[in-house]
């Protein structure tokens, strides 16, 4: 849990026999208008809310919730986080958000077997990720929030609505569970995954700057190698077909 740059902090994952997603907050705490992204799995939203409060942010400060992308171990406490925080408004990708707000869960759980044991395991009901989605995004967006501008960039593969935050001018890249550090990829065998999706979505950031690669588990990179994810999409490319 740690400021990692002038308006982006960082709350670990805590991951349990399921990873939970790490959670950024973006936004200058002044601005009154504060996003989370992702929140993380089932039965972690206190832990988040607590990690919250830790960072000396109000709850009321923080304004929405941007997804990016909605399987379990994102936004499986999102219940939780918004109970915290009642006006939370809820963004994510057209494509995931189409699923949510039809209580299609196949997004969400990714495949049946682990619908069924995770659905056992949190007392998880059939119609628990029936949401509306206060704001659909495309990709191409580019926000104005909390003092700061973050561009949307819709990179499926991993999932089919996942999006990536990037922020031009501090070269900061939060790409969900699409690119890791140790020049790791997310799994594409889920439903509403592609490899040659991924590869392209890959190719995409690799035309980006980045200093800072802020991605959903394991290590957060704060002095990102030049083409890193380059050549994380050329070492991939081979089993991407
Ligand atoms: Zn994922
Ligand atoms: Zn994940």
């Avoid at 929405?64 to 994102?74: F, K, S």
């Avoid at 700061?148 to 609505?161: D, L, Q």
Wanted: aromatic share 8%.
């Amino acid at each position: 849990m740690a400021k990692v740059n002038e308006g982006v902090f960082f709350i670990q994952g805590q991951d349990e026999f399921i990873p939970d997603s790490h959670v950024y907050v973006l936004g200058d705490p002044a601005s009154n208008d504060l996003s989370l992204v992702d929140c993380g799995l089932t039965g972690k939203g206190n832990y988040k809310i607590q990690s919250i409060k830790k960072l000396g942010i109000e709850l009321e400060a923080v304004k929405r919730v941007i997804m990016t992308h909605t399987h379990l171990d994102h936004i499986g406490c999102i219940s939780e986080i918004r109970k915290a925080i009642p006006g939370a408004e809820l963004w994510v990708h057209r494509l995931e958000a189409e699923l949510l707000e039809k209580g299609d869960d196949r997004g969400v759980y990714g495949m049946n077997e682990f619908k069924g044991m995770c659905q056992m395991q949190y007392g998880l009901k059939s119609d628990a990720f029936r949401f509306t989605v206060d704001k659909k995004l495309e990709g191409g967006e580019s926000l104005d929030i909390g003092g700061m501008k973050w561009e949307v960039i819709h990179i499926p593969g991993h999932s089919m609505g996942g999006i990536a935050l990037y922020h031009s001018s501090l070269k900061i890249l939060i790409p969900g569970d699409v690119v890791y550090a140790d020049y790791a990829i997310g799994r594409f065998d889920l439903y509403g995954a592609n490899a040659d999706q991924l590869k392209k979505s890959l190719y995409r950031l690799a035309d980006l700057e980045i200093d800072m690669l802020l991605p959903g588990h394991n290590q957060i990179v704060t002095a990102v190698p030049a083409d890193y994810v380059r050549k994380t999409a050329q070492m991939w490319e081979p089993y991407l077909v």
